[in-house]
């Protein structure tokens, strides 16, 4: 059995210590408002509803979603957990004053999400998929969708989706064959099939309201010829409420290898009427205000998948007995010595850690940049925090869905042949982790996303902001007071300025390469990604070691959970970060290891 525990004590050190995110606040909208003591009580209270609501149908939900005669039913206890989530305000956290919402910065509810995932990531995924819907008609909406739809997605009574693909396309939308034809009401009727829709029918809400891409006719071919549009199951009537059913219809589930509670739909739109947001054929821009709140909420789950797996793990760890310590006899009185004292299984436990620790670290500052974007208080921040975030994001995704998946991983290894069989729970963390690597697009796609856009095409100009600030950081740690612990954290510092200057020699050599074999950005993109991650994270676990080292000298905090923080940044450093070395050397290598190889001896 699972019992989850949600991570607060991590949280509270991150937002008030090591971000120090009331500073961020002050930056948005009403931010003065939101108080470290007003941020604690929201982590304790949403902590108890995922330990108490959410991880007890945890595995029982993974029997899965029923689908009949068109529609979804959710597993048992799904729709009072849901209920219970919308009648405490949950779902209108970081909505907007003006349509029912709290008007919280977007951090805290991603800090939340984290852990509604951790305590069962297939009914995160209900609430999840509204809030890209909420942020998409909040930046492109016109004022009659706001006033109609907002206050019903805000509220939770409405839950919203995104439809993109199609089953012969996958990530290159451009081919996308979902049409829109123009109606004399100024609506349209969109007809086409959509695939692998998360939530995209089921029995938890009034309504749902689909943002689905289709094209217009005559539009341009690519991209270019996307619109986008707002497509109601049942169209609102003039009082706000859910009317008459629209010609949108789940044609069947998917038989899924994880996440069996959230029903992944195929979606059939027969002339369904459908309104356009934003201006025509601009679908792919505005649609990218949806991903990004995707992707980070993504990147979130992979942190959520490792935290899961590492509380799962370190229990039945500290119980099972079996052999005895290679340094000595551990449990005197017992036969054998729990597994936790044998090195390998210490390894395993704190690469989990070391990676939900420092993964949470990381998506708790790219969260600073998610608020100024979203409620800045001015245009230029808030332009400014658009392309901070943008540079972060692929790298979140990509980097701590592959790391959460691993740690899953791990975490079934520990459990041994325990791990391979249903009662433990540790394989249904493995399975439903797989996904975040592949939805919201591959970790292949956030590569090219992270050296094609965001780094060439930007013309380095992220990167250095970014590599800029941690070489500050590191600066300015030298002239600091020397004590019991300045050696190892100074050697910690020596090893992320070497890194950090190295990633932006990478980044160079990369786009140098390019200009002789066009093939090279695609064979290095991966493996720069995961470099990135790596110095990412190096620079999170320094500043949280910093902090913790700061804390202790001082007397304050909880002195065991902070000693913890500095065993695991050692860790990290020692035996976790080398792996960034080997995924320089990798990028490095000329293509022809990957390309010369004819098709035919495939």
Same mark, same amino acid.
């Given at each position: 059995?699972?019992?989850?525990?949600?991570?607060?004590?991590?949280?509270?050190?991150?937002?008030?210590?090591?971000? +120090?995110?009331?500073?961020?606040?002050?930056?948005?909208?009403?931010?003065?408002? *939101? $108080?470290?003591?007003? =941020?604690?009580?929201?982590?304790?209270? %949403?902590?108890?509803?995922?330990?108490?609501?959410?991880?007890?149908?945890?595995?029982?939900?993974?029997?899965?979603? =029923?689908?009949?005669?068109g529609n979804v039913t959710t597993p048992e206890g799904f729709r009072e957990a849901y209920s219970a989530f919308i009648a405490a305000g949950w779902t209108s956290l970081s909505g907007d004053p003006a349509y029912g919402g709290?008007?919280?910065?977007?951090?805290?509810?991603?800090?939340?999400?984290?852990?509604?995932?951790?305590?069962?990531?297939? &009914?995160?995924?209900?609430?999840?998929?509204?809030?890209?819907?909420?942020?998409?008609?909040? %930046?492109?909406?016109?004022?009659?969708?706001?006033?109609?739809?907002? /206050?019903?997605?805000?509220?939770?009574? &409405?839950?919203?989706?995104?439809?993109?693909?199609?089953? /012969?396309?996958?990530?290159?939308? %451009?081919?996308?064959?979902? !049409?829109?034809?123009?109606?004399?009401?100024?609506?349209?009727?969109?007809?086409?099939?959509?695939?692998?829709?998360?939530?995209?029918?089921?029995?938890?809400?009034?309504?749902?309201?689909?943002?689905?891409?289709?094209?217009?006719?005559?539009?341009?071919?690519?991209?270019?010829?996307?619109?986008? @549009?707002?497509?109601?199951?049942?169209?609102? $009537?003039?009082?706000?409420?859910?009317?008459?059913?629209?010609?949108?219809?789940?044609?069947?589930?998917?038989?899924?290898?994880?996440?069996?509670?959230?029903?992944?739909?195929?979606?059939?739109?027969?002339?369904?009427?459908?309104?356009l947001v934003g201006n025509p054929h601009e679908g792919m821009s505005a649609m990218f205000t949806y991903m990004n709140v995707a992707r980070i909420g993504t990147a979130a789950q992979g942190v959520a998948a490792a935290e899961?797996?590492?509380?799962?793990?370190?229990?039945?760890?500290?119980?099972?007995?079996?052999?005895?310590?290679?340094?000595?006899? +551990?449990?005197?009185?017992?036969?054998?010595?729990?597994?936790?004292?044998?090195?390998?299984?210490?390894?395993?436990?704190?690469?989990?850690?070391?990676?939900?620790?420092?993964? !949470?670290?990381?998506? *708790?500052?790219?969260?600073?940049?998610?608020?100024?974007?979203?409620?800045?208080?001015?245009? *230029?921040?808030?332009?400014?925090?658009?392309?901070?975030?943008? @540079?972060?994001?692929?790298?979140?995704?990509?980097?701590?869905?592959?790391?959460?998946?691993?740690?899953?991983?791990?975490?079934?290894?520990?459990?041994?042949? /325990?791990?391979?069989? +249903?009662?433990?729970?540790?394989?249904?963390?493995?399975?439903?982790?797989?996904?975040?690597?592949?939805?919201?697009?591959?970790?292949?796609?956030?590569?090219?996303?992270?050296?094609?856009?965001?780094?060439?095409?930007?013309?380095?100009?992220?990167?250095?902001?970014? $590599?800029?600030?941690?070489?500050?950081?590191?600066?300015?740690?030298?002239? &600091? +007071?020397?004590?019991?612990?300045?050696?190892?954290?100074?050697?910690?510092?020596?090893?992320?300025?070497?890194?950090?200057?190295? &990633?932006?020699?990478?980044?160079?050599r990369i786009g140098l390469r390019a200009k002789r074999d066009a093939d090279y950005v695609g064979a290095a993109s991966v493996d720069f990604l995961m470099y990135s991650g790596y110095v990412y994270m190096a620079y999170m676990?320094?500043?949280?070691?910093?902090?913790?080292?700061?804390?202790?000298?001082?007397?304050?905090?909880?002195?065991?959970?902070?000693?913890?923080?500095? /065993?695991?940044?050692? @860790?990290?450093?020692?035996?976790?970060?080398?792996?960034?070395?080997?995924?320089?050397?990798?990028?490095? %290598?000329?293509?022809?290891?990957?390309?010369?190889?004819?098709?035919?001896?495939?």
């Amino acid at each position: 059995m699972i019992n989850y525990r949600a991570p607060l004590e991590d949280l509270d050190f991150l937002f008030h210590d090591v971000m +120090k995110m009331q500073e961020n606040f002050l930056q948005v909208r009403e931010g003065e408002v *939101v $108080t470290p003591d007003v =941020v604690t009580s929201i982590f304790m209270e %949403a902590g108890k509803f995922c330990e108490s609501e959410l991880s007890p149908i945890y595995q029982t939900g993974d029997l899965g979603c =029923v689908w009949q005669d068109g529609n979804v039913t959710t597993p048992e206890g799904f729709r009072e957990a849901y209920s219970a989530f919308i009648a405490a305000g949950w779902t209108s956290l970081s909505g907007d004053p003006a349509y029912g919402g709290q008007g919280l910065p977007s951090s805290i509810m991603i800090a939340i999400n984290e852990m509604l995932a951790g305590a069962n990531w297939a &009914w995160s995924m209900y609430p999840g998929l509204s809030e890209g819907a909420i942020a998409t008609l909040e %930046a492109h909406g016109s004022a009659e969708q706001k006033e109609e739809y907002l /206050h019903k997605l805000i509220s939770g009574r &409405w839950s919203g989706t995104m439809c993109l693909t199609e089953s /012969h396309c996958g990530t290159d939308l %451009a081919q996308i064959k979902t !049409r829109a034809e123009p109606v004399d009401d100024g609506s349209y009727l969109v007809t086409g099939t959509k695939i692998y829709i998360s939530a995209g029918d089921h029995d938890l809400t009034e309504n749902i309201v689909h943002i689905v891409l289709a094209k217009l006719p005559n539009s341009p071919k690519g991209t270019k010829g996307i619109s986008l @549009f707002l497509i109601p199951k049942f169209l609102p $009537t003039a009082n706000g409420t859910a009317g008459v059913r629209n010609n949108v219809n789940c044609g069947s589930i998917e038989k899924k290898m994880g996440i069996h509670g959230s029903a992944t739909c195929v979606l059939h739109f027969d002339g369904a009427k459908g309104f356009l947001v934003g201006n025509p054929h601009e679908g792919m821009s505005a649609m990218f205000t949806y991903m990004n709140v995707a992707r980070i909420g993504t990147a979130a789950q992979g942190v959520a998948a490792a935290e899961l797996s590492y509380q799962t793990a370190a229990a039945y760890a500290k119980d099972r007995l079996a052999m005895r310590s290679i340094s000595g006899i +551990k449990n005197i009185d017992g036969p054998a010595d729990p597994i936790i004292v044998h090195p390998d299984v210490r390894r395993m436990l704190l690469t989990q850690r070391a990676i939900a620790e420092g993964g !949470r670290a990381m998506v *708790v500052y790219a969260s600073q940049f998610a608020d100024v974007y979203r409620a800045g208080i001015t245009e *230029v921040s808030r332009m400014e925090a658009e392309s901070r975030l943008g @540079f972060c994001t692929p790298i979140l995704k990509g980097f701590l869905t592959e790391q959460g998946f691993m740690c899953a991983s791990l975490g079934v290894q520990v459990f041994g042949g /325990h791990g391979y069989v +249903k009662e433990w729970g540790a394989e249904q963390i493995l399975r439903d982790s797989r996904i975040a690597m592949l939805y919201e697009g591959t970790t292949g796609i956030q590569a090219l996303d992270l050296i094609g856009r965001k780094v060439l095409l930007d013309e380095f100009s992220q990167l250095k902001v970014f $590599t800029r600030e941690i070489l500050a950081f590191c600066a300015e740690f030298l002239p &600091w +007071k020397r004590n019991q612990y300045t050696f190892k954290m100074f050697r910690k510092i020596l090893v992320l300025a070497r890194l950090t200057i190295r &990633w932006r020699y990478l980044a160079i050599r990369i786009g140098l390469r390019a200009k002789r074999d066009a093939d090279y950005v695609g064979a290095a993109s991966v493996d720069f990604l995961m470099y990135s991650g790596y110095v990412y994270m190096a620079y999170m676990w320094s500043k949280m070691s910093l902090e913790a080292h700061k804390k202790l000298s001082l007397c304050q905090g909880n002195r065991q959970f902070l000693q913890a923080k500095l /065993h695991t940044s050692d @860790f990290f450093f020692a035996r976790v970060l080398p792996m960034a070395d080997s995924h320089s050397r990798s990028l490095m %290598a000329c293509t022809g290891s990957l390309m010369n190889m004819p098709e035919s001896s495939f």
